[in-house]
């Protein structure tokens, strides 16, 4: 499974599309589609997870709010 996933940067870029790989439990993170020849940026093993949904915060994101602006 792969597509696009929104990865928290930091308080500067705040959330930024990344493309993802799943592939044998494992999930990889890449800038674009286009840079997984380059090798990927991240990933980890999906059993090692404790996997929780941004409703577990207490809110939804939605990618058409704001960025933060310090």
């Given at each position: 499974?792969?597509g696009?996933l929104?990865?928290?940067?930091?308080?500067?870029?705040?959330?930024?599309p990344?493309?993802?790989?799943?592939?044998?439990?494992?999930?990889?993170?890449?800038?674009?589609?286009?840079?997984?020849?380059?090798?990927?940026?991240?990933?980890?093993?999906?059993?090692?997870?404790?996997?929780?949904?941004?409703?577990?915060?207490?809110?939804?994101?939605?990618?058409?709010?704001?960025?933060?602006?310090?």
């Amino acid at each position: 499974m792969e597509g696009i996933l929104y990865k928290w940067t930091n308080y500067m870029t705040g959330w930024q599309p990344r493309w993802f790989i799943l592939e044998d439990g494992v999930i990889s993170y890449y800038d674009s589609e286009d840079d997984v020849a380059k090798g990927s940026k991240g990933s980890i093993k999906m059993s090692v997870c404790d996997i929780k949904g941004w409703s577990d915060f207490g809110g939804v994101y939605e990618p058409s709010q704001p960025e933060f602006d310090p």
